[in-house]
C-alpha cells in the first residue's frame, strides 16, 4: 500500500512538471544567435514618410552607405545601424526575421504623416527587411490591373508601418507572420542577401 502511495506520487509530480512544460514551451518566441540582433533593430532612428510609397527603408540606409556616389553624392560612412542591418541580411536570420514579423513592440522608427510621427512596430521592421531581400519573382509579390502593371506585396503579405494605429493590428500581423512562415515552410521563399541586389 505504502509503495503504491509513493507511485501515485511520483506520477503526479512527473505530469505535472510536463504540463508545466508545455504551458511555458506556447509562449516561447523562437530564439537563436541573431534574436538580440533582431531586437536591436528596434533602436534604428528612421522615418517612413507617408506618400503612397513609404519611401525610405532600412535597405536605403545601407545603399546610402553603399552606394552613394552612384548618385552623385559622397557615400555615408557606416554606422552601428548599417552594419546590424548587413549582419541580419543573411540566411540565418531568416526564421527569427519570420518569427518577429507579430512583434508588436514600439521601436525608434516613425510613420511620417504631415505633423504626425507614429510610432513603427518591431515586426514592421523586420517586414521591412524581408521585403527588401526578396527578388521580383518572389511569391510575395503580385502585378496590379494599372498599366504598366506595378509590383506589389500581394495583400496578406504586408502591413503599413503605421499598423498599430489600427484596433485589429495584432491580428493582421499575425496573419503576415503566418502567411510568411507558411510559404517558408513549403520551401518556396528566396531571397537576395548581397546589397547590391536589395529593393530600395
Known amino acids: 500500500m505504502v509503495w503504491t502511495k509513493i507511485h501515485i ?14 504551458l511555458e514551451g506556447q509562449d516561447m518566441r523562437r530564439t537563436g544567435p541573431l534574436d538580440s540582433d533582431v531586437v536591436a533593430l528596434g533602436g534604428i532612428s528612421l522615418d517612413y514618410v ?7 527603408s532600412l535597405a536605403q540606409l545601407v ?3 553603399q552606394k552613394g556616389w552612384l548618385l552623385g553624392f559622397p557615400p555615408k560612412p557606416e554606422t552601428p ?9 543573411c ?44 527578388p521580383d519573382h518572389s511569391l510575395i509579390y ?27 493590428a495584432a491580428q493582421i500581423m499575425s496573419r503576415t507572420k503566418q502567411a510568411w512562415a507558411r510559404l517558408q515552410a513549403d520551401g518556396e521563399l528566396r531571397f537576395h542577401y ?3 541586389y536589395w529593393r530600395q
Do not use: W
Open 9 to 22: 506520487a511520483f506520477c503526479l509530480i512527473v505530469a505535472l512538471a510536463n504540463a508545466s512544460c508545455c
Open 50 to 56: 507617408h506618400d503612397g510609397a513609404d519611401d525610405n
Open 63 to 65: 545603399n546610402n552607405v
Open 81 to 89: 545601424s548599417t552594419m546590424l542591418i548587413e549582419k541580419l541580411a
Open 91 to 134: 540566411r540565418e536570420a531568416i526564421p527569427l526575421l519570420i518569427e518577429h514579423l507579430d512583434d508588436t513592440r514600439p521601436t525608434r522608427a516613425r510613420r511620417i504623416d504631415g505633423d504626425r510621427r507614429i510610432v513603427v512596430p518591431l515586426g514592421y521592421l523586420c517586414l521591412d527587411l524581408l521585403v527588401s531581400m526578396s
Open 142 to 168: 503580385a502585378y496590379t490591373d494599372k498599366q504598366p502593371p506595378e509590383l506589389v506585396v500581394r495583400e496578406g503579405f504586408g502591413f503599413p508601418p503605421d499598423v498599430l494605429a489600427r484596433p485589429d
Open 194 to 196: 548581397g546589397y547590391g
